[in-house]
Nanobody
Framework: VQLQASGGGPVETGGSLRLSCARSGRTFGRIVVAWFRQSPGKEREFVAAVSLRDGTTDYADSVKGRFTISRDTTKNTVYLQMNNLKPEDTAVYYC???????????????????WGQGTQVTVSS
């Protein structure tokens, strides 16, 4: 499985960005795609996840109500719509995928086997 993340860039506080995670390669099972983020000196942090099978989603509390994760199964792409961005959202955003996860492990970056290369999001105040 290969993942390609894109859509990052600079944005002002209160602005919006949409990240994309394009997936290719053979996959089996119940695939979950997630977004994580990491800023310098910090641990990689869960942002959001979606089940490709049924669209079930999960969000970190820090982004609920501002970020929306969605899937387009015809394009093998998962999106992260980020609205009302704040300086603390500044980070490198990574998409990840796995087909063997149980729900309780969706937020754990160590549980994912496949990772994209990351895309930088910079929110200026």
């Amino acid at each position: 499985v290969q993942l390609q993340a894109s859509g990052g860039g600079p944005v002002e506080t209160g602005g919006s960005l949409r990240l994309s995670c394009a997936r290719s390669g053979r996959t089996f099972g119940r695939i979950v795609v997630a977004w994580f983020r990491q800023s310098p000196g910090k641990e990689r942090e869960f942002v959001a996840a979606v089940s490709l099978r049924d669209g079930t989603t999960d969000y970190a509390d820090s982004v609920k109500g501002r970020f929306t994760i969605s899937r387009d199964t015809t394009k093998n792409t998962v999106y992260l719509q980020m609205n009302n961005l704040k300086p603390e959202d500044t980070a490198v955003y990574y998409c990840a995928a796995d087909s063997t996860l149980i729900r309780s492990s969706w937020t754990m970056h160590t549980a994912y086997d496949y990772w994209g290369q990351g895309t930088q999001v910079t929110v200026s105040s």
